[in-house]
């Protein structure tokens, strides 16, 4: 048989395929067309929306995903939306957050056990005790959390505008949770006091200063571009620091001829797809979380509509106060 002609269809030449060729190798290819076209009928057959974080693998992200971003892009697009279903490939607190904007919409997740080490950390309760030690002191809570957290919460942020969140409250000093790395990171470009949680984020807690220093030594000239929720440290040594967005429009726009990504494998994958003539240095930290969906429970999830996002009545009014205080500015609770 013909590598290229799996079950009598040339997926090779397939337009779809011009987008990944430089990441996904032919006979991967082959096997992934066939549950992209799918995916891609039942989707429009069933009016309904993929929204793709910046970790899905490049299959995902630039083959089904009908928008693709960072968490606040996602929110964004998830607030505009006009189809019936949304499809959130991402992890839970991304598929929550789009239900709370689309209360009426049918939000699924494609695995319910797609996760997050920042959300698992803190609990609403935490949130309570928190708010008990620190009186009139507003709590800016990262959307990493559950809508638990957000509901205990007087306004949400993304790492792609909490500087500007934190700011816009006039106040002297905030709560900012659960991300410990992120917190600090932003109390270094404020004048607002940042009361932190020990939250930490399992795939950039793993980046160490000593890793940025030997891409440079092993890589001269290379530039480092690295997530908020590293340390500090790492932070220090980067020649950049943004959300997932911040630094795919950073590569867009400053064509670095080699540069690497310290954030989550699939990431660098994506941004090279996009710019195949660019060198990309592609150190290897998996999101576990992220990982577990894949084309094959996307489908799933379109064809038996599961797994469906629910949010509990009793918290539910309030988290949206917190995301949508994000999105279009404070509003007082009534
Ligand atoms: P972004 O908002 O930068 O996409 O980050 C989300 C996330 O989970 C990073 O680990
Ligand atoms: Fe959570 Fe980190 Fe995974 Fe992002 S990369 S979903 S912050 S564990």
Same mark, same amino acid.
């Given at each position: ?154 306004? #949400?942020?993304? &790492?792609? !505008?909490?500087?500007?969140?934190i700011e @816009? /409250?006039?106040?002297?000093?905030v709560?900012? $949770? ?12 404020t004048d607002v006091e940042v ?69 989550? #494998?699939?990431? &660098?994958? !994506? ?5 195949? @003539? /660019? ?6 930290? $998996? ?48």
């Amino acid at each position: 048989m013909n590598r290229l002609a799996v079950q009598g269809k040339d997926y090779i030449h397939d337009p779809l395929y011009s987008r990944v060729k430089g990441v996904i190798p032919e006979i991967e290819w082959s096997v992934f067309a066939p549950k992209i076209n799918e995916i891609n009928r039942i989707k429009r057959d069933m009016n309904a929306v993929i929204l793709g974080h910046n970790y899905m693998t490049p299959e995902i992200y630039h083959c089904v995903s009908d928008i693709v971003g960072d968490s606040l892009a996602l929110a964004k697009h998830a607030a505009n939306t006009k189809a019936d279903i949304i499809v959130m490939a991402g992890v839970h607190f991304m598929a929550e957050t789009a239900k709370l904007i689309n209360p009426e919409k049918k939000v699924l997740i494609p695995d319910l056990k797609a996760g997050c080490s920042l959300a698992e950390s803190i609990t609403g309760k935490d949130v309570q005790l928190i708010k008990e030690k620190y009186p009139d002191t507003p709590v800016v809570t990262y959307v990493n959390t559950s809508a638990d957290v957000k509901a205990e919460s007087d306004i #949400c942020c993304t &790492s792609g !505008n909490a500087k500007e969140i934190i700011e @816009s /409250l006039g106040v002297k000093r905030v709560i900012m $949770l659960p991300d410990e790395y992120l917190a600090q990171n932003i109390a270094k470009e404020t004048d607002v006091e940042v009361v932190t949680w020990a939250g930490k984020c399992e795939v950039h807690e793993k980046f160490t200063p000593e890793d940025i220093r030997n891409f440079r030594l092993n890589h001269p000239g290379v530039v480092v571009l690295a997530h908020p929720e590293c340390s500090p440290e790492v932070i220090d040594e980067a020649d950049f620091s943004g959300s997932t967005a911040g630094m795919s429009n950073f590569v867009g726009e400053n064509m670095p001829q080699k540069v690497v990504l310290v954030t989550e #494998c699939s990431m &660098s994958d !994506n941004v090279s797809a996009q710019y195949p @003539s /660019l060198d990309f240095v592609k150190p290897c930290n $998996l999101c576990p979380h992220m990982k577990r969906i894949t084309l094959d429970n996307i489908l799933n999830s379109l064809i038996n509509l599961e797994h469906e996002v629910t949010i509990d009545s009793k918290i539910e009014a309030r988290a949206r106060l917190s995301v949508d205080r994000m999105l279009n500015g404070w509003k007082p609770l009534n």
